[in-house]
């Protein structure tokens, strides 16, 4: 019987020569990664509260598919007052990174 060792090994190796087989075309037109991306955390940590948002963006303008969801204590970042006075350690203001997931049209799931 193998080894958990010897099956990695066998993996890797495995996966490695897959990847050099496959031509560096194929990667260009490969289809766009779907992200789903889950806030949980709302007004009482803005810098976390801020991560779904500004992630969302940069994932959108790199191509990809995303969706938001918010749960527990992040839906109250919905509401328009939360929202305007969140300011994240290190980051723009709440409202700017809600406003450019809905320019870039992102759904948000409360």
Known sequence: MPTRRQVSKHLCTALLASAAAAPEAAAADEPKQRFLLVGLCGSENP?????????????REAGHEVRIELAGDA???????V??????V???PLSQA?????????PIFV
């Not at 929202?83 to 994240?88: E, K, L, V």
């Not at 809600?98 to 992102?106: D, G, L, M, S, T």
């Open 47 to 59: 810098t976390r509260a801020n991560f779904p948002f500004a992630w969302g963006a940069a994932l």
């Open 75 to 81: 839906t109250v970042l919905m509401r328009t007052v």
């Open 83 to 88: 929202a305007a006075n969140i300011t994240p």
């Open 90 to 92: 290190g980051w723009p």
């Open 98 to 106: 809600i406003a450019k997931v809905i320019e870039h049209r992102i």
